[in-house]
């Protein structure tokens, strides 16, 4: 239980909002929840319209409750934990497993995993999950495992304090690292793509050249924000698109004159190349600044050493093809 006093300048505001202004550690989604279900009084009395006006003196009492925050079902998936604590897991996510159940994949998902293994993960919004990777990207991802902890997560990730770096395997000779700003939103024909829209969500991604390979280049990426599918959009936007992509990717660009065996193994990559390697935060319990690091998957290693096998450095002859 957790009781406040209202002041003087909280006197007459809703209780939803004087009680967010009073005690930080709760969303005020999450607050609203509590005092719909009746967890929360004022002067002994309970209420439960967010709505209610408060008053100078007023006491307003707060019983926290772990209330069921999903629908969806434990399921046993096996999970590349890094970190774990009181408060937050980080998770080296596999290429091929989706994040959040959704239309065509109410199941088998990160998030049915997590229940299963972190069953108190039901009382907390889409079970900790505060951000997202594609399928078929691979990496680090932080899911928040107490209220508190998910609502600083949130708050970092809003004031973009929170670093993801990834590095992208994107086609073409890159010269040098820049930054591409460019709003995001959804494809204007094709709704189940994101685009480069004037006037959409805002977007910026920070770029540098890892490692130069001909024809391709390893990209180390930074996010500033984080819209869905940014760095597969904006680097297709600036055409150099993700060596794999096959919604934003275009025509796969091969060298010229290379084997039939790097050919293969170039078209036959199944998925788009980027990896979440590092991820950073301040704790949400310590404010602790903390970084973990995931090294490349054995797919894009090999993939990248199968392209420096070909090529000596001094070559630079390729051409685009199907």
């Excluded at 932080?142 to 304090?161: D, F, G, P």
């Amino acid at each position: 239980m957790i009781s406040f006093t209202v002041t003087p300048k909280l006197t007459k505001q809703r209780l939803d909002m004087a009680i967010a202004a009073l005690c930080s550690d709760y969303s005020r989604s999450q607050l609203q929840k509590w005092i719909k279900s009746g967890y929360v009084s004022v002067n002994n009395q309970k209420i439960t319209k967010a709505r209610t006006k408060v008053f100078d003196g007023n006491t307003i009492t707060l019983v926290p409750q772990a209330l069921v925050q999903t629908i969806d079902k434990p399921e046993a998936i096996k999970l590349n934990i890094v970190h774990e604590d009181d408060h937050i897991i980080i998770i080296n996510k596999p290429v091929g497993l989706v994040v959040h159940p959704g239309a065509g994949n109410r199941t088998g998902t990160l998030l049915n995993g997590l229940l299963h293994a972190f069953p108190e993960l039901e009382s907390i919004p889409r079970a900790g999950i505060v951000h997202r990777l594609d399928k078929d990207t691979s990496g680090l991802m932080v899911v928040a495992k107490t209220l508190i902890a998910h609502k600083s997560l949130v708050e970092q990730l809003q004031e973009r304090t929170v670093k993801r770096e990834y590095l992208a395997l994107v086609q073409g000779a890159i010269i040098s690292g820049a930054s591409i700003e460019g709003d995001i939103g959804r494809h204007p024909v094709d709704r189940k793509r994101m685009a480069v829209v004037e006037g959409a969500k805002y977007a910026m991604t920070h770029y540098r050249i890892e490692k130069r390979l001909v024809a391709y280049t390893l990209l180390r990426v930074q996010l500033e924000t984080g819209r869905t599918h940014q760095i597969r959009v904006h680097m297709s936007w600036k055409q150099m698109p993700l060596l794999g992509d096959r919604v934003y990717g275009g025509r796969i660009r091969i060298p010229a004159n290379i084997s039939n065996f790097l050919r293969q193994i170039i078209l036959g990559f199944p998925r788009q190349a980027l990896h979440a390697t590092v991820l950073s935060l301040n704790h949400p319990k310590t404010g602790e600044l903390l970084s973990w690091e995931s090294p490349m998957p054995e797919d894009m290693v090999k993939l990248i050493s199968a392209i420096e096998a070909e090529f000596n450095e001094d070559d630079h002859t390729w051409l685009a093809s199907s």
